[in-house]
């Protein structure tokens, strides 16, 4: 190396090009209601999964360069596997798994040139609300212990700024949609989502077994179209969203 | 595809490779002793006999699902040594997997087999076809040999609703590994002749879901009659078979009510016939 680069300066930089990477891509939103978590993406692909089951009550969600998260989901579901096989099953969680995460990003951040340009959340559905658990991971192996709302990724201000005017806890599936929907839309002022943009998932506590669940594209239009209020008819046919 | 992470981080092994969706494979390569056949057996002969071994299992398909039960005896040597074992086990949304030999191993195989279909469903995003989990079993089952050749041998019993062709599918083993897939109905286990011929009997084509978990219970109960290590249903403490069918709603675990009630009714069919319905002679 011909220069001198102090470690802050080297520290700063990588910083720099990893927040640089996550703010390019289009947000996510994961927030409380009712039953569970909710898991929102602005993700028109079909293929390419920002949100994914980890185990029975735990699930993933990422921003960020996809190869990169990718490749952390995918150990992530083995950690879970691993332990779920060799313990039991209700030994796994996702302090445990946030750890595992927090270890590798900050190892990544600092032992190698590039970071790794992605966010995450880890979340476990609790048996109550506050009972639940999610976890914010940065590129830099930083863990926060989140409540009620988070958004990362793309313009995260804007939209954590608009979850906030609309947030209340314990919101009805339907309107928690909602809120998340048009927190998204606060990304850019002539932004709008249907539900074929939008990639969406729950951890629903009142399931039995595995508890994450996605929602189909016609389950997220319905949904959508609900009257605000009208959410008495909650009805459990999440039916077969099964990704 | 390899991480940099596998250089430093806290558990290379976990991101790194080998690069496969396969659990089984996986644990292989991060954990080899937690695999069965992968464990070093002393070298004798006698012993095997004194492991709880289970027997009994039959399958039934009928229009649109499969239906699969086991008797809940487990027996080392002479002795009973559990008259409620289950063997009977849900292996994901539309499958279902059951064990005959030594109950120890078809247990953990079984774990290992259900852990490796999720594995399989989560990191790809999709199913297996019943194909490949009848092969993957297959493939479970030849890793024990070693052991089966030292008498702790075991068989597992694989049915399925097969999605795309809209039927129940059963699928046999034997201890190396072969994989039969088997028409109509199949029994296995020491009890295994006499449910067969009982099945044989009593299989028609057209049986409905309830029809076709009642010709599972009348085979499990010739079975026991002929064979000591078959546990028949008991009135007296109230543990029958476990039965479940598998059609397109998914993999269903019969209540303990619904079967004790066919238990019931076939328990008093005998009092009027011992050797059970007849079939008509031409």
Same mark, same amino acid.
């Given at each position: 190396?011909?220069?001198?680069?102090?470690?802050?300066?080297?520290?700063?930089?990588?910083?720099?090009?990893?927040?640089?990477?996550?703010?390019?891509?289009r947000?996510?939103?994961?927030?409380?209601?009712?039953?569970?978590?909710?898991?929102?993406?602005?993700?028109?692909?079909?293929?390419?999964?920002?949100?994914?089951?980890?185990?029975?009550?735990?699930?993933?969600?990422?921003?960020?360069?996809?190869?990169?998260?990718?490749?952390?989901?995918?150990?992530?579901?083995?950690?879970?596997?691993?332990?779920?096989?060799?313990?039991?099953?209700?030994?796994?969680?996702?302090?445990?798994?946030?750890?595992?995460?927090?270890?590798?990003?900050?190892?990544?951040?600092?032992?190698?040139?590039?970071?790794?340009?992605?966010?995450?959340?880890?979340?476990?559905?609790?048996?109550?609300?506050?009972?639940?658990?999610?976890?914010?991971?940065?590129?830099?192996?930083?863990?926060?212990?989140?409540?009620?709302?988070?958004?990362?990724?793309g313009q995260?201000?804007a939209v954590?700024?608009?979850?906030?005017?609309?947030?209340?806890?314990?919101?009805?599936?339907?309107?928690?949609?909602?809120?998340?929907?048009?927190?998204l839309e606060a990304q850019d002022s002539e932004r709008r989502?249907?539900?074929?943009?939008?990639?969406?998932?729950?951890?629903?506590?009142?399931?039995?077994?595995?508890?994450?669940?996605?929602?189909?594209?016609?389950?997220?239009?319905?949904?959508?179209?609900?009257?605000?209020?009208?959410?008495?008819?909650?009805?459990?046919?999440?039916?077969?969203?099964?990704? | 595809?390899?991480?940099?992470?596998?250089?430093?981080?806290?558990?290379?092994?976990?991101?790194?490779?080998?690069?496969?969706?396969?659990?089984?494979?996986?644990?292989?390569?991060?954990?080899?002793?937690?695999?069965?056949?992968?464990?070093?057996?002393?070298?004798?002969?006698?012993?095997?006999?004194?492991?709880?071994?289970?027997?009994?299992?039959?399958?039934?398909?009928?229009?649109?699902?499969?239906?699969?039960?086991?008797?809940?005896?487990?027996?080392?040597?002479?002795?009973?040594?559990?008259?409620?074992?289950?063997?009977?086990?849900?292996?994901?949304?539309?499958?279902?997997?059951?064990?005959?030999?030594?109950?120890?191993?078809?247990?953990?195989?079984?774990?290992?087999?259900?852990?490796?279909?999720?594995?399989?469903?989560?990191?790809?995003?999709?199913?297996?076809?019943?194909?490949?989990?009848?092969?993957?079993?297959?493939?479970?089952? #030849? /890793?024990?040999?070693?052991?089966?050749?030292?008498?702790? $041998?075991?068989?597992?019993?694989?049915? @399925?609703? =097969? !999605? &795309?062709?809209?039927?129940?599918?059963?699928?046999?083993?034997?201890?190396?590994?072969?994989?039969?897939?088997?028409?109509?109905?199949?029994?296995?286990?020491?009890?295994?002749?006499?449910?067969?011929?009982?099945?044989?009997?009593?299989?028609?084509?057209?049986?409905?879901?309830?029809?076709?978990?009642?010709?599972?219970?009348?085979?499990?109960?010739?079975?026991?009659?002929?064979?000591?290590?078959?546990?028949?249903?008991?009135?007296? #403490? /109230?543990?029958?078979?476990?039965?479940?069918?598998?059609? $397109?709603?998914?993999?269903?675990?019969? @209540?303990? =009510? !619904? &079967?004790?009630?066919?238990?019931?009714?076939?328990?008093?069919?005998?009092?009027?016939?011992?050797?059970?319905?007849?079939?008509?002679?031409?």
């Open positions: 190396m011909p220069f001198y680069v102090s470690p802050e300066q080297q520290m700063k930089d990588k910083a720099d090009y990893a927040r640089k990477g996550i703010a390019r891509g947000s996510v939103v994961v927030l409380q209601y009712e039953d569970g978590i909710l898991f929102v993406a602005d993700n028109p692909s079909r293929a390419l999964h920002k949100i994914s089951e980890i185990y029975d009550r735990i699930a993933f969600a990422a921003v960020g360069k996809y190869n990169e998260f990718e490749n952390l989901r995918l150990g992530g579901v083995r950690y879970a596997d691993v332990n779920g096989y060799q313990y039991d099953r209700r030994d796994v969680t996702a302090r445990g798994l946030a750890n595992v995460y927090a270890q590798s990003l900050g190892t990544i951040f600092t032992e190698t040139n590039k970071p790794y340009e992605v966010e995450l959340v880890v979340a476990e559905v609790g048996e109550s609300a506050d009972l639940d658990q999610i976890y914010r991971l940065t590129f830099d192996g930083s863990v926060a212990d989140e409540h009620g709302f988070l958004a990362m990724g995260a201000d954590s700024q608009a979850l906030k005017e609309r947030f209340r806890e314990g919101l009805p599936l339907a309107e928690a949609l909602r809120v998340a929907v048009r927190s989502l249907e539900a074929r943009s939008l990639e969406v998932a729950v951890l629903d506590r009142n399931r039995e077994h595995r508890l994450f669940r996605r929602l189909a594209e016609a389950r997220v239009s319905a949904l959508l179209s609900e009257e605000p209020g009208a959410a008495a008819a909650e009805d459990e046919d999440e039916g077969s969203s099964e990704s | 595809m390899a991480s940099q992470d596998a250089v430093g981080g806290r558990l290379p092994g976990l991101f790194g490779s080998p690069d496969t969706s396969s659990f089984t494979e996986f644990l292989g390569a991060y954990s080899p002793d937690a695999l069965p056949g992968r464990r070093v057996l002393p070298q004798v002969a006698a012993g095997a006999e004194e492991i709880p071994h289970g027997t009994t299992i039959v399958a039934v398909t009928f229009p649109g699902g499969v239906v699969m039960a086991g008797d809940r005896r487990a027996t080392a040597g002479h002795v009973i040594a559990q008259r409620d074992i289950e063997k009977v086990f849900r292996a994901d949304e539309f499958s279902a997997i059951a064990i005959a030999g030594t109950a120890g191993i078809g247990l953990e195989l079984t774990r290992l087999f259900q852990v490796e279909l999720e594995h399989y469903e989560k990191r790809e995003g999709r199913t297996l076809s019943i194909e490949g989990k009848a092969n993957r079993l297959a493939a479970m089952v #030849r /890793g024990n040999l070693g052991m089966a050749m030292q008498g702790l $041998a075991v068989v597992p019993m694989f049915a @399925g609703y =097969d !999605e &795309v062709e809209d039927r129940g599918r059963i699928f046999s083993y034997d201890p190396a590994g072969g994989r039969y897939e088997e028409r109509e109905f199949h029994t296995i286990g020491s009890g295994s002749p006499f449910a067969r011929g009982s099945m044989k009997k009593l299989f028609r084509a057209d049986l409905s879901a309830e029809d076709a978990a009642l010709v599972c219970v009348q085979a499990l109960y010739d079975a026991a009659d002929d064979d000591s290590a078959t546990g028949g249903p008991d009135l007296t #403490r /109230g543990i029958f078979p476990v039965v479940a069918s598998v059609t $397109a709603d998914g993999y269903r675990r019969l @209540g303990e =009510d !619904e &079967v004790g009630a066919l238990a019931r009714s076939v328990v008093e069919g005998r009092y009027e016939a011992p050797g059970g319905p007849t079939a008509p002679l031409r």
